[in-house]
C-alpha cells in the first residue's frame, strides 16, 4: 500500500484550506492502490490554520527536542504535529506501507525542503517532523515531485 498526503489526493486539508492535487495520485486512491494521510488533522488541527514553520532546526530536531513548531501568530504547535506524526507512522505500520508519497516544504511532510522558520518564504534543506520520523523508521518517503519524476 502507498500512503500519500491528502492535499495530494485533492482534499482541501492544506493551511490555507486548499489542495495540491497531483491527478495520479488520485488516480492511486481511487483504484485502491494508496490510502491518504493528513498528519495535521490527524494531530488535531483543523483547516483552515495558521501557517506554521520549524524554528531552530528541522524535523529531526524536532523529533529529538531541540527545535519547535510554532504558528505565525507565535504559538507553540509541537505537540499536535509530533501527534500527527506518530499516528501517521502508526498507520504506515499497520498497512506495511511500501513507500509513502508526501507534501514537499510542509513542516510536517517535508521530505526534502522546508522553510526555514522565519515565515519569510525562504526554504532550506531539510525534513517535516513526520517525513523524519517515517524515515528514522525505516520507511521510504519521497516528495510529489520524484513521485511524478518517476510515473
Known sequence: M????????GIECRYNGTH???????QLVEDGQAMMVCPELMGGFTT????????GGT?????????RIIDKSGTDVTELYLKG?????????????TYIVLKENSPSCGSQMIYNG????QRIPGEGVTS?????????????NEFIAMV
Open 48 to 55: 483552515p490554520r495558521e501557517p506554521a514553520e520549524i524554528v
Open 2 to 9: 502507498i500512503i500519500v498526503s491528502s492535499c495530494l489526493g
Open 132 to 144: 523524519a520520523l517515517l524515515k528514522r523508521e525505516g520507511f521510504k518517503v519521497i516528495s510529489e
Open 118 to 121: 522565519t515565515f519569510s518564504n
Open 59 to 67: 524535523g529531526e530536531d524536532v523529533l529529538g527536542g531541540t527545535a
Open 85 to 97: 506524526a506518530n499516528l501517521t507512522l502508526e498507520l504506515a505500520r499497520q498497512v506495511e506501507a
Open 20 to 26: 495540491r492535487l497531483v491527478e495520479r495520485i488520485q
